[in-house]
């Protein structure tokens, strides 16, 4: 727990950790937010499921090129924009009646939505050393699967109580207080974006994002799918309400990994970590297809999101020894266009799926899915040698160096 502590005492920590989180939630509330909303006004769960559907896809979209405006142009202005735009438009989704209002909005909603995250990811560099960034992913991962784990449960409970407008109104003023703290605070309103080399090849060109954006094909793909198949199996076997035991085991074992993985030695560089955790995720997801929506499957969900929950800190690291210069933000933000695209895509035949070859197999192509992946990346690996490779004392010390504080 040294490494966290270390970390914990840098200026600036507390800062992201605690003005990020309140737009996290937010975001974790968004979802099921517009879901009841939309449900409540047409009485249709599928239209209910379109809104929610067109709202994922407009924000798949248009990541990459948030993230642009990240990359060229600083933090400050698209913050805000996006920030208190977005608080407002949920307000208006809130106060609609009208189904092609809600869908539209929906929609919009989607295109605009803040590049939290994304904004979010790079400053932790600017705070850091080099033997401290893994330790950082790590914290800023399990912030993330803990707002994911605290907003729908939050969500869900307002939009089904005697208020259920309160779910988004709660969510609104969520986004707008976190977006705020972010823009306003030191750190990022000192971050400039990196300059590109001079003569550097279109960032879509670039022959490990390539990769990466294929392999987030097969991930996005089978977990879309995943994500429908479970409350499917729960929902046809009369027992819907275990769909959020299965879930929350998930989230706070993604939590509990993403911690563990922060504490590993630097002595391994983040391509093997990513490539040794990549099999046993491979091998902990091939029981769910055997599993029952109870302890079975809440405990097989939890080994998922334990080892899910590491390989997203080794998945950052890698990401961030193989971009190019001047595209922090808008290299992650191509990766979801391709990866939430996917998913969404996953998701909309996954009940299908489900209907027509049984739910069993459907959670199987899960697995199916997760070893594509993996052995692509096998196969690609020369395309990912920038991060294979440990840091040394000297770029340590560099590191360092550019983290004390400044007058400017």
């Excluded at 309140?22 to 809104?51: C, D, H, W």
């Excluded at 899910?308 to 190019?324: K, L, S």
């Excluded at 001047?326 to 996954?350: H, P």
Aim: proline share 4%; aromatic share 10%.
């Amino acid at each position: 727990m040294s490494s966290y502590r270390e970390v914990f005492a840098l200026q600036h920590t507390w800062t992201l950790v605690l003005a990020s989180f309140p737009a996290r939630l937010a975001y974790g509330m968004v979802g099921l937010g517009i879901f009841f909303k939309v449900q409540r006004e047409t009485n249709s769960v599928a239209f209910a499921g379109l809104a929610l559907g067109l709202n994922s896809i407009g924000g798949s979209l248009t990541a990459g090129y948030r993230g642009y405006l990240i990359d060229k142009y600083g933090q400050s202005w698209p913050l805000r924009v996006f920030v208190p735009s977005y608080a407002a438009m949920i307000l208006v989704v809130n106060m609609s009646e009208s189904k092609t209002v809600l869908l539209v909005m929906a929609t919009i909603m989607g295109v605009t939505a803040p590049p939290i995250n994304l904004s979010v990811r790079p400053l932790w560099k600017s705070i850091v050393s080099g033997t401290q960034l893994r330790t950082a992913y790590a914290i800023d991962t399990s912030m993330m699967n803990t707002a994911g784990v605290i907003g729908p449960v939050v969500a869900t409970t307002l939009a089904l109580s005697a208020h259920p407008g309160s779910a988004l109104a709660v969510a609104s003023g969520l986004m707008f207080v976190g977006g705020t703290a972010i823009m306003v605070s030191q750190v990022s309103r000192n971050w400039k974006p990196e300059i590109k080399d001079k003569g550097q090849q279109a960032l879509w060109r670039n022959p490990a994002l390539r990769l990466l954006m294929l392999e987030g094909s097969f991930i996005g793909f089978g977990w879309g799918i995943f994500d429908v198949a479970v409350p499917a199996f729960a929902t046809l076997e009369n027992v819907p309400n275990r769909t959020a035991w299965v879930f929350a085991a998930m989230g706070v074992a993604s939590i509990a990994g993403g911690l563990i993985a922060g504490t590993l030695s630097k002595r391994t560089s983040s391509l093997s970590a990513l490539r040794k955790t990549y099999v046993i995720w491979f091998l902990v997801s091939l029981p769910m297809a055997f599993t029952y929506p109870g302890w079975s499957m809440v405990i097989g969900g939890a080994f998922l999101g334990f080892v899910g929950g590491a390989i997203q800190v080794f998945y950052w690291e890698v990401m961030e020894a193989v971009r190019p210069k001047g595209s922090a933000t808008s290299y992650m933000g191509l990766l979801w266009t391709v990866e939430g695209t996917v998913m969404s895509l996953g998701a909309a035949i996954g009940g299908w799926l489900c209907e027509t070859i049984g739910t069993q197999i459907t959670l199987s192509i899960t697995s199916v899915c997760i070893g594509l992946g993996y052995l692509f990346l096998l196969i690609g690996k020369n395309r990912l040698i920038a991060a294979d490779r440990i840091p040394t004392d000297e770029e340590d010390l560099l590191a360092m160096e550019d983290n004390l504080p400044t007058t400017k």
